[in-house]
């Protein structure tokens, strides 16, 4: 009986020291990009040319062989840089746009595509971020106007795009801004 009664008590303290941390800290993300799909970048393709007057997906010059992930815990009131090298993308937030912490998740998704997931999905920012991915990387074959599809999986996992976001290039990079969180392509 008393053996019975110190494992209670030590796993009652586990998890009221559990609690108490979880209170304290945001957890890390339990993202999970949606490459999984692997016809996501044609059916984006498909959808795109149907939905949005003809554009057509940027490609990277070399395909991504693998999902590219950076994860960052990005406090409220602090402006907030993640960088990716390879490709080159800066995601900017700025101090004003997050209320609390948050572990912010941005995922280049392998393939041909210019093409990420940001997460967690669904976050809403008080003042809009910024997205900067290096031209160099893109194949951009001259091409002079930009536009940032704003994409969601559907209950059966097909891509639908919600809206266009205006995307310029400035000097070396293009970049467009949202206020939310989910998936987006860049397209031509």
Not at 3 to 31: D, H, S, Y
Not at 52 to 79: F, H, I, M, P, R
Not at 145 to 170: H, K, R
Request: proline letters at 5%.
């Amino acid at each position: 009986m008393r053996r019975k009664a110190v494992v209670q008590t030590l796993l009652m303290t586990g998890m009221i020291g559990f609690a108490l941390a979880c209170a304290e800290n945001p957890t890390e993300p339990t993202f999970e990009p949606t490459s999984t799909h692997a016809y996501l970048g044609d059916a984006l393709n498909a959808a795109s040319s149907q939905e949005s007057n003809g554009l057509v997906l940027l490609e990277w010059k070399s395909n991504l062989n693998s999902d590219e992930t950076v994860v960052e815990l990005c406090q409220a009131g602090q402006t907030c840089t993640l960088s990716m090298r390879k490709p080159s993308v800066n995601v900017t937030i700025p101090a004003s746009a997050l209320s609390q912490d948050t572990y912010i998740t941005v995922t280049a998704l392998a393939g041909k595509d210019v093409n990420f997931e940001f997460g967690p999905h669904g976050t809403q920012f008080n003042t809009p971020i910024s997205v900067e991915v290096a031209v160099k990387d893109t194949k951009t074959n001259g091409a002079e106007s930009f536009t940032a599809l704003y994409w969601v999986l559907d209950e059966f996992g097909n891509p639908s795009i919600e809206d266009q976001l205006p995307a310029w290039v400035d000097g070396r990079d293009l970049h467009f801004e949202t206020d939310h969180f989910s998936g987006y392509a860049l397209a031509m």
